[in-house]
């Protein structure tokens, strides 16, 4: 009964849905009901027992929310097993999960260090950033809380990244925030664009503003021989010194949400709005219903033929699309114009550096050797815990 889309030998991504509760309530989220419910560690563990069944060689679980953390307790059973699992098995595993960090005290990070879990801190950068989108149940700051978790993850040395989302009501704030975290110790530094908001043309120039500052400030940390990740300057740029490794996302393909029920979707927004379900943690995926979610995803719209950028573009991600204008083929026109305003931006600040052939700039993203050394890096940084084999830490 198991169709065979995963194909031996091939990498899959499992998202895991812990619960739906948060003790958030950022102006933002997409999530919209924050119900206590709950997956039981079996689900999960079922799931993880039908991959590598299917003969993967690889897998990459989040573990997502609502708030992961408000479910710890699941998330670090399910991890103990898929550990060992790994361990019989010889099918690698990483392990990620975003966190608000109002969760994130000394027992919950020695446990994130024992199961090797990869943490990602959702936090939005200086104060005015912060309180602009990211507030409390009762619509109080969280600052404190998150900086307190950023302090406690930089102290605890576990590889860890910070994760932001950039609005019209926060991005005036974004080069002091990421020269902000960066004084404060982090060195992975993603973020997003938040594509359900109103981006009119005078938050679209502070956009480019704030990204030419950021630029100012990606320069000068190419001149350091530290490790970094800074978006979005490094992946952009990638799509285009290393295009063959540029994808979008691929719901159903080789990825799958899990519900708290075990069922399966494309991804978190067909979770969210109950869509398309693709199987079930006790019956693997059903082929008829892959077949109807990979006819709905085929082809990009008529409006996105002539644009120069096109394949470097998230229009084809079915959450960002399904979320904004209920359609997993259809863009909205938000994310036409930030992309734009990104990716020319970027390029234009990549073009330069690289006309001024900064070495750290032209090891980072023309070094074919510069992956593999940072990857061994990585892995001699990585934790080594109960004689467990080490592992490198992937975002």
């Not at 100012?216 to 978006?231: A, M, Q, V, W």
């Not at 061994?376 to 084999?389: G, K, N, R």
Request: hydrophobic content about 35%.
């Amino acid at each position: 009964n198991s169709p065979n889309f995963l194909s031996l030998g091939c990498g899959v991504e499992l998202t895991f849905i812990t619960t739906e509760a948060c003790n958030l309530r950022c102006r933002y989220c997409y999530q919209k009901n924050f119900r206590p419910t709950y997956m039981p560690a079996e689900i999960a563990i079922e799931t993880i027992h039908g991959a590598i069944s299917q003969g993967v060689d690889s897998l990459a679980l989040t573990f997502f929310g609502g708030e992961p953390l408000l479910a710890a307790d699941t998330v670090f059973q399910v991890l103990s097993e898929a550990r060992r699992l790994e361990r019989e098995s010889g099918v690698f595993i990483t392990a990620k999960a975003p966190t608000n960090g109002l969760l994130l005290d000394e027992s919950t990070l020695e446990q994130a260090k024992k199961w090797r879990l990869f943490l990602s801190l959702s936090f939005d950068g200086v104060r005015e950033a912060q309180d602009a989108g990211r507030i409390t149940e009762t619509g109080g700051s969280s600052f404190e809380e998150a900086e307190k978790a950023l302090d406690r993850l930089i102290e605890s040395g576990i590889p860890f990244a910070v994760y932001s989302v950039i609005t019209p009501q926060n991005v005036r704030w974004l080069a002091q925030s990421r020269q902000w975290l960066w004084d404060k110790g982090a060195r992975i530094l993603i973020s997003a664009l938040d594509y359900t908001a109103d981006w009119d043309p005078d938050a679209i120039r502070t956009l480019q503003q704030q990204y030419r500052k950021v630029g100012t400030f990606y320069r000068k940390i190419l001149k350091g021989r530290e490790n970094f990740h800074l978006e979005p300057f490094d992946s952009r740029i990638a799509q285009w010194t290393r295009a063959s490794h540029w994808k979008t996302c691929s719901p159903g393909v080789n990825s799958i949400t899990v519900g708290p029920d075990g069922t399966f979707y494309g991804c978190v927004e067909y979770f969210y709005r109950r869509m398309n379900p693709i199987g079930h943690a006790n019956t693997w995926l059903n082929r008829d219903a892959l077949k109807v979610l990979s006819q709905d995803r085929s082809g990009l719209p008529s409006e996105c033929q002539s644009c120069g950028v096109r394949d470097r573009c998230n229009n084809t991600c079915a959450c960002v699309n399904l979320r904004t204008t209920g359609s997993v083929k259809m863009p909205p026109e938000s994310l036409c114009q930030t992309e734009q305003a990104t990716i020319l931006t970027v390029d234009d600040m990549a073009a330069k550096i690289f006309r001024d052939q900064v070495p750290g700039f032209l090891l980072k993203h023309y070094s074919q050797s510069y992956h593999m050394l940072s990857g061994i890096e990585a892995l001699f940084q990585s934790l080594e815990v109960d004689d467990e084999p080490l592992e490198t830490h992937h975002i």
